[in-house]
């Protein structure tokens, strides 16, 4: 699977972005999908994530209200709509996939990799 992330941008708090996660491969909607970002001299931490039907997601604490994940599996794209976005949003942001039957919330679960897209967000 490979995956192709796009999206961001420089945007000001309070607005919103959404960023989307293309994929290659026949076997996309087998897969647990997430986003996860990265902060400048930070871990790489968990965003959402979302199950092959798109009827178990998961989200960080920080952006639980503000963030909503989905996939559509006919286009082999994953979405992460981003709302009421803060400074502290600030990273890359990368769109991961995971095999059948895993959570989708830990970065070791993940066995793919997008490339990453830079979201700023100015106060």
């Known amino acids: 699977v490979q995956l192709q992330a796009s999206g961001g941008g420089l945007v000001q708090a309070g607005d919103s972005l959404r960023l989307s996660c293309a994929a290659s491969g026949r076997t996309f909607s087998y897969y647990v999908m997430g986003w996860f970002r990265q902060a400048p001299g930070k871990e790489r931490e968990f965003v959402a994530s979302?199950?092959?039907?798109?009827?178990?997601?998961y989200y960080a604490d920080s952006v639980k209200g503000r963030f909503t994940i989905s996939r559509d599996n006919a286009e082999n794209t994953v979405y992460l709509q981003m709302n009421s976005l803060k400074p502290e949003d600030t990273a890359i942001y990368y769109c991961?996939?995971?095999?059948?039957?895993?959570?989708?919330?830990?970065?070791?679960?993940?066995?793919?990799w997008g490339q990453g897209t830079q979201v700023t967000v100015s106060s």
């Open positions: 991961a996939a995971a095999r059948p039957g895993r959570s989708g919330k830990a970065r070791y679960e993940y066995d793919y």
């Open positions: 979302i199950n092959w039907s798109g009827g178990i997601t």
